[in-house]
């Protein structure tokens, strides 16, 4: 399965970001043989706004079946959904430890956003 996880830079050893819409990276890993993309997120780094939306619309762009992050936004969570994106949250950790709780399905599937918009 193709995940994309919100990631403090651009290993697979990296931190989980905390926020979807303003990470610093999303890597798109496949949970099968670890194999990732790093896609930088840096248009919406410092957005004013609708970073939520173009961060979910790029990680529907990539073909992923699951999004990964500390928080969720209700504008990015709907795009997501709409775009058929399965989300889940983890409050910290690498992006390989996320992965290994993926496959252990122990992870926090979520049925909407967890955080109000523009959280920072």
Do not use: C, Y
């Amino acid at each position: 399965m193709r995940i994309a996880v919100s990631a403090s830079s651009h290993d697979i050893d990296a931190q989980v970001d905390p926020r979807f819409g303003r990470a610093a990276f999303f890597l798109m890993v496949d949970s099968e043989t670890l194999s990732f993309d790093a896609v930088e997120n840096k248009q919406n780094h410092q957005a004013a706004q609708g970073a939520g939306i173009q961060a979910a619309q790029n990680v529907a762009d990539k073909n992923v079946t699951l999004a990964i992050s500390g928080n969720f936004g209700p504008k990015a969570f709907d795009t997501l959904k709409a775009a058929g994106i399965g989300t889940a949250i983890i409050s910290n950790g690498t992006i390989s430890d996320v992965i290994e709780l993926f496959k252990n399905k122990k992870l926090k599937i979520i049925n909407g956003a967890n955080v109000d918009g523009h959280w920072v």
